[in-house]
């Protein structure tokens, strides 16, 4: 399922009335399991047989099914979200950039980076970011490649290797 389908999923669970709902290690957020319920869920692609495998007849858990589904990685101020798999951080001040595989790593490197610019001497021109990765090319060693570099005045043979996160 593409990211833009799982938004739909989200978009409709975060709009379902919320009957109970506990936080903490054992958290859940149940919505009554009824035809209302199922029929929004089915008409962005959640099969019932899906529904009915985080609940009973009454209720079913929005938090486990979009978890365990793979729509959402996060809840964030009540609502379920998903967040990409790749985020970076850049500092225009020392000019550097740091990727993270979550976004709460991103946040700590962001945080650190403003600290430090901020016990530097300030210019008014400092920026952080942190900016959502949606592809990577790295330059690599082309093994594959048969003629010789040598003939070329080369001591071997490059490649762009691309890494899509946007899946």
Request: proline share 2%.
């Amino acid at each position: 399922m593409k990211t833009i389908d799982k938004q739909a999923v989200l978009d409709v669970l975060n709009n379902l009335e919320v009957m109970e709902q506990n936080g903490g290690g054992s958290a859940y957020i149940l919505v009554e399991n009824n035809a209302a319920n199922h029929e929004k869920l089915n008409a962005v692609g959640v099969p019932s047989e899906a529904i009915n495998k985080y609940g009973d007849e009454e209720t079913f858990c929005i938090l486990a099914l979009a978890f365990s589904e793979g729509y959402a990685n996060e809840l964030e101020y009540s609502k379920l979200v998903l967040r990409p798999d790749k985020f970076a951080v850049y500092d225009s001040t020392y000019n550097e950039f740091n990727l993270h595989d979550t976004y709460k790593e991103a946040l700590k490197d962001y945080d650190a980076a403003k600290e430090s610019i901020m016990e530097e001497s300030l210019s008014g021109d400092e920026h952080v970011y942190i900016l959502e990765v949606k592809k990577v090319a790295c330059i690599v060693e082309d093994k594959d490649r048969e003629d010789d570099p040598a003939e070329k005045g080369f001591d071997g043979w490059c490649k762009w290797e691309e890494t899509d996160f946007d899946k």
